[in-house]
């Protein structure tokens, strides 16, 4: 569009300015200045220190070896051994000549008058008491082990003891022996090899004497 001219005067000044620039001169103006700023600078020689710090790598843990299997120590089962104690044995009954227990009623009656034939006798009359158990013990177990069963124990009537009191199986006023050997028949050793026990008939020794019935010994080995 044609400017319209004044009539006399002069032209009127041209009003372009910094809006009209183009973007790519204002483009150049810009590479132009960051050039100038930076043709000067130059590179850091130890710029590697100025990088972030980065902790060095961990190393690997190492593999863990497999745990041997412990092994029982010498003459130990594998199995835990058991904390609760073996039962003791059952105790035998006492034995008592007038209710004899572990034979039958003829057995017991053949014992008491004297009908089982006597295999051996020992004969502790004038021992002590201590020699006297001692020769007890070792009579029956041998005589059990050898498979005797009925055997004759001789006390003797000795002196009456000065007590008014009954022996449960001489009746009163018995001597210490005819007292004694009741009771150790009925203690360990003995108890384990006898059933029965009985005062002996007048022929035998009577009231100083027992017959003593011993248990059958099963057979050792194979």
């Avoid at 745990?67 to 835990?80: H, I, L």
């Avoid at 009623?105 to 006297?132: C, F, S, Y």
């Avoid at 108890?191 to 026990?197: E, N, T």
Wanted: hydrophobic share 30%.
């Amino acid at each position: 569009m044609a400017r319209k001219r004044t009539p006399d005067g002069p032209s009127p000044p041209d009003r372009t300015g910094p809006a009209d620039r183009t973007a790519s001169q204002d483009a150049g103006d810009d590479d132009a200045l960051f050039r100038g700023v930076f043709q000067d600078a130059k590179p850091l020689k130890d710029r590697d220190r100025y990088r972030s710090a980065e902790p060095p790598p961990r190393p690997p843990a190492p593999a863990r070896a497999p745990e041997a299997p412990s092994k029982p120590a010498a003459g130990r089962s594998r199995s835990a051994p058991s904390s609760r104690p073996p039962a003791p044995a059952p105790k035998a009954p006492p034995l008592d000549p007038s209710r004899p227990a572990g034979i039958d009623r003829r057995q017991a009656d053949r014992l008491r008058r004297g009908k089982l034939p006597v295999e051996a006798r020992i004969d502790l009359h004038g021992h002590t008491q201590a020699e006297a158990h001692r020769a007890l013990n070792a009579f029956i177990q041998g005589h059990a082990a050898a498979g005797r069963r009925c055997v004759l124990v001789i006390t003797g009537k000795g002196s009456p003891k000065r007590t008014d009191e009954e022996d449960p199986v001489f009746g009163p006023r018995a001597g210490v022996l005819r007292e004694m050997v009741p009771r150790w028949l009925n203690q360990a050793p003995c108890r384990a090899h006898v059933l029965a026990f009985s005062p002996a008939q007048p022929k035998d020794g009577g009231g100083g004497a027992l017959y003593v019935l011993l248990k059958r010994e099963r057979p050792s080995g194979g």
